[in-house]
């Protein structure tokens, strides 16, 4: 409901008001650093806390039963869900209904949630078609962060979601003479979407961040950007490079305003791009921040450092994902370098030592 926003080099908060249908700001005179963070952390749950109390009656919702449809959008609009997010939390609540038959929230019980596992394993549709296990992992997910907030709120006693597990599939990555061909053709055709491309490729950026950024969040003195994570509402810190701060320098640097003023909907040169190269495999602009990823796992970097910079709260998301590459790099080294051994000294003790036996240790 609420994002962190640095202005300068102190932070603020913003809001939207829903009553007023503009967006607040308010200015804390909090130092950008991880002191001033903490503290504007909790200012912004204390400004969320009184949005929820202003924009809805609890006592009003429990007395008259909140209807699962209704839980999931006041879900959604709280925690302030991206579009998609949005979906997903809708499509889950839909399968929900339809296998347990229940309208409120509090009518749920653990076998209804049973029922939903069960639902799931089951063969749906005419076409006979199952739900992937990544589906099925989504809506449960989904169904499970919904509820937990539910009973943090007491609109429920107990969260009864079954956790399904998903598939962890393998990362695809752009390879670099399909990427330098693009950022090729881009610089001499198309010069804007050239720089947005490059940023993705030298920050891993996630694509909303990137579009959200503005030149205000880079601080030239500190060496850091400041930059807002859309999706989870919260800022995170990259350090402004050289390559970077030369790339910003080649755009020309401004003292406000967006860094790119591109739509969603503008990207869609990303697209046309690799349809005129004529490339055989079709990437997403999300692949430039798995690349990205990757790169620094088989570089050599720390995951927690890979996590750090790629903006994952849980390093567990990094390991699953990343680190099998990193294994297989040290098991190269491993494999590749010559590791002595050591033989104890023959001295004046007692019982006797197989030669052999130690070599083979």
Do not use: C
């Not at 080099?9 to 967006?23: P, V």
């Not at 806390?49 to 879900?75: M, P, R, V």
């Not at 038959?101 to 749920?108: A, F, I, M, N, S």
């Not at 790339?247 to 020309?252: D, F, N, P, T, W």
């Amino acid at each position: 409901m609420a994002s962190i926003i640095v202005r300068g080099n102190k932070l603020s908060l913003r809001y939207y008001d829903k009553q007023t249908g503009t967006k607040q700001t308010i200015a804390l005179h909090l130092p950008n650093n991880r002191a001033g963070m903490r503290e504007a952390t909790q200012q912004k749950k204390l400004i969320e806390a009184n949005l929820l109390d202003k924009y809805y009656s609890t006592d009003k919702i429990i007395k008259n039963k909140l209807s699962i449809d209704e839980a999931a959008a006041l879900f959604s609009e709280v925690k302030k869900h991206s579009k998609s997010t949005v979906t997903g939390t809708n499509l889950a609540v839909k399968h929900l209904k339809i296998a347990t038959k229940k309208e409120y929230v509090t009518d749920l019980t653990q076998a209804d949630f049973q029922k939903f596992s069960l639902y799931l394993s089951k063969v749906i549709g005419g076409n006979g078609k199952k739900f992937s296990p990544n589906t099925k992992s989504i809506y449960s997910r989904s169904l499970s962060n919904m509820f937990t907030w539910l009973k943090a709120g007491k609109y429920v006693n107990e969260n009864h979601v079954i956790s399904e597990k998903g598939e962890v599939k393998q990362i695809e990555t752009i390879p670099e003479v399909e990427i330098e061909q693009i950022k090729n053709y881009l610089y001499m055709n198309n010069k804007n979407a050239y720089y947005f491309i490059r940023i993705l490729e030298l920050t891993g950026l996630r694509k909303s961040s990137a579009l959200a950024l503005t030149w205000e969040q880079i601080d030239y003195e500190t060496e850091i950007i400041s930059i807002e994570n859309v999706k989870k509402n919260r800022t995170f810190i990259f350090p402004l490079t050289k390559e970077i701060l030369s790339l910003l320098e080649e755009m020309g640097i401004k003292k406000e305003g967006k860094v790119f003023a591109y739509s969603k909907d503008g990207l869609k040169f990303w697209d046309r791009v690799q349809k005129r190269l004529g490339l055989q495999k079709k990437y997403g602009l999300h692949q430039i921040r798995k690349t990205f990823i990757s790169k620094l796992a088989n570089s050599g970097v720390s995951l927690y450092d890979v996590a750090t910079l790629a903006d994952h709260r849980n390093i567990q998301t990094t390991f699953k994902y990343y680190a099998k590459s990193n294994i297989s790099r040290l098991k190269d080294v491993l494999d590749n370098q010559t590791v002595p051994q050591t033989v104890p000294q023959m001295g004046n003790t007692k019982g006797s030592y197989n030669r052999n036996a130690i070599n083979k240790v």
